[in-house]
């Protein structure tokens, strides 16, 4: 019937609203716990949350899992609808470490890295795994990143990236072996006017009702 419509009327284009953008972002059915709503080791949690946990989702047939929203480009935080019928932002719970956008194989490749030196908790190697992300990207934006560390981030950045050093200038250092962390090095140390992002949104992160603005 739409088909036929526009065929007779016209297409009218009509500006699609910040709550439209959430909506029609992919959709998942996670459980909420104790500890928050966990996805590929990534763990989403906010006070919001703390009617719900361990409790099943309204919706029948979903095992009483609950619907989560998610942008692709960057995994730094999470909607999911609650009885309220409203989509409600939860941020990853390192996402003021991780200062940039990533995706889901950004953070799976650095998993496969890590995944020999995980002898800790489940938390100790989620804040690991941020924290070599985090020297990842600060790697790859100062120029000082393999081809294959640039490759890695080049989908999810949000600007041109620096190009990547030349064979002859790597150290032993490539996407495959981390670099030492240096403890000068870290993106939390830098001055807050360069970096630092506001608590309640971050840099970068994604905006559906600034992205409607823009239409």
Do not use: C
């Not at 490759?151 to 981390?178: F, I, K, N």
């Not at 030492?180 to 807050?192: A, H, R, V």
């Amino acid at each position: 019937m739409w088909a036929a419509l526009i065929a007779v009327a016209g297409y009218v284009p009509v500006p699609l609203t910040g709550h439209d953008y959430l909506e029609l972002l992919p959709v998942r059915w996670q459980a909420i716990t104790a500890s928050g709503i966990r996805i590929h080791h990534r763990t989403y949690d906010h006070d919001q949350l703390a009617p719900y946990r361990g409790q099943p989702s309204p919706v029948a047939g979903r095992g009483g899992r609950w619907e989560i929203h998610y942008n692709p480009h960057d995994v730094r935080q999470i909607w999911i609808r609650l009885p309220d019928g409203h989509l409600t932002e939860i941020p990853w719970i390192h996402r003021n470490h991780v200062h940039q956008p990533f995706n889901d194989h950004t953070w799976q490749r650095i998993r496969t890295l890590a995944v020999h030196g995980n002898h800790g908790d489940a938390d100790s190697h989620e804040a690991d795994l941020a924290d070599a992300l985090d020297q990842l990207m600060r790697r790859v934006h100062s120029g000082h990143a393999t081809k294959a560390e640039q490759a890695l981030l080049a989908r999810s950045a949000a600007v041109p990236l620096p190009t990547a050093r030349h064979p002859e200038d790597d150290t032993g250092q490539s996407a495959d072996r981390p670099a030492q962390q240096n403890e000068d090095d870290s993106i939390d140390d830098l001055d807050d006017e360069d970096t630092g992002p506001a608590a309640s949104t971050g840099f970068g992160l994604y905006d559906a009702y600034e992205e409607a603005d823009k239409w």
